[in-house]
């Protein structure tokens, strides 16, 4: 059984796979309760699944790119559970798995834009099949306006940057867990996919009394 979650993005997203299909998805109620939420979601839908943790044969995480706190929430229970339970811990882009499931209404090429805050998305772009072209990278909107359809957070926030929004909006568990079970996506360490140094930093030593 697989178990994936994603918490790079406001929403915590987690879902259980067999093998064959999703057999239960759960999604937080409110945005940027990361630490609060993913646990109790992953426990509720292992009891949704009739499950408990000693099924699980492996984990999916979603490495971002997203702010750090999010990001940190996810991939420490990620390699935690994998150390625990001895199984493997597979990472995949967010933006890969929302491209994923945004293709499946799309006949051209499309990019992916999130919520980066301090007024930047992260944008990716991607071909007609949902594979990625290039990217990710963070810019203000502005900078990366475009008329190609956009997928993903960011196009509802910047709608003079990018007109032609497109769904999803936020990256689904469910479409994780399907991209690793099908090897649909490139497969990465459960490493943070940070594009920007994180807001908190160490302090500096301390300054001499004179």
């Known amino acids: 059984m697989l178990l994936a979650f994603d918490t790079a993005t406001p929403l915590v997203t987690v879902a259980l796979h067999d093998g064959s299909q999703v057999v239960a998805e759960r999604r937080s109620a409110q ?10 979601l992953i ?23 997203g702010p ?15 150390h625990v339970l001895e199984i493997p811990v597979y990472g995949v882009c967010t933006l890969d798995v929302i491209a994923a499931e945004a293709a499946r209404g799309v006949d051209s090429p499309f990019l992916v ?13 991607y071909d007609e099949s949902g594979t990625r072209i290039s ?22 926030l910047y709608p003079d940057a990018f007109p032609n929004s497109i769904g999803p909006d936020e990256p689904s568990a469910a479409w994780l867990a399907q991209c690793v079970a099908a090897e649909l996506v490139e497969l990465l360490d459960p490493e943070p996919l940070y594009l920007r140094r994180p807001d908190a930093v160490a302090p500096g030593a301390p300054k001499p009394v004179s």
């Open 113 to 125: 834009a999130t919520d980066a805050r301090r007024k930047e998305v992260y944008l990716a772009s």
């Open 68 to 82: 750090f706190t999010g990001l940190r929430v996810g991939l420490v229970t990620a390699r935690t559970l994998g």
């Open 31 to 40: 945005p940027l309760k990361h630490g609060e939420q993913l646990a109790p």
């Open 135 to 156: 990217g990710p990278v963070v810019d203000k909107p502005a900078a990366l306006a475009t008329a190609v359809p956009v997928a993903g957070g960011g196009a509802a």
């Open 43 to 65: 426990e509720q839908v292992m009891q949704d699944a009739a499950i408990d943790r000693l099924d699980l044969t492996a984990v999916a995480v979603g490495v971002g790119p």
